[in-house]
């Protein structure tokens, strides 16, 4: 690894420090800018519906599945390698929490890890092309109200 190699791994952390800020605070049309326009989501261990292919496809699915939800993000510990000089490939550690906005006795508690591979555009930022998030715990407190899917597919 050469000094090169640690600025574009810098680069890589700020992108995932927006991903995670971004989505907690909805900010939807900036969140979807950290993914390439063909990127792939993979949340099948929260929900059966959880991949999806295509940065407007996966920007639709998360915004909907955690419109209701306070959420909390965070990632800790990243394990970036480079690949290429536009690529690269990481994993990080992850704690979510989420709470539905009217009725705080729903939640939903995790630990896992994400999976991901980036890119490099032509403007020179970095983005996500595959993201698959996998769980080694997950619990979910409360029913569900009528109309949110006790999956715990939120996206990640």
Not at 37 to 46: K, N, P
Not at 65 to 86: D, L
Not at 132 to 137: E, I, V, Y
Request: charged share 30%; glycine share 10%; proline share 2%.
């Amino acid at each position: 690894m050469n000094a090169a190699d640690l600025v574009e791994i810098e680069a890589i952390k700020q992108l995932k420090a927006r991903y995670f800020r971004c989505m907690d605070e909805k900010r939807w049309d900036d969140w979807g800018q950290v993914f390439t326009e063909d990127a792939t989501l993979d949340t099948r261990e929260d929900a059966k519906d959880g991949f999806h292919e295509g940065r407007n496809r996966i920007q639709a699915f998360v915004s909907a599945a955690v419109a209701e939800m306070i959420t909390v993000h965070h990632g800790h510990m990243p394990e970036i390698e480079m690949t290429g000089e536009r690529t690269a490939r990481g994993v990080w550690a992850m704690e979510d929490y989420l709470e539905l906005k009217s009725d705080a006795s729903y939640t939903i508690h995790g630990r896992g890890h994400y999976h991901e591979e980036y890119e490099k555009g032509d403007d020179g930022a970095w983005r996500i092309k595959s993201l698959k998030l996998t769980r080694l715990w997950v619990r979910h407190q409360g029913a569900p109200p009528q109309g949110i899917v006790d999956s715990g597919g939120h996206g990640g």
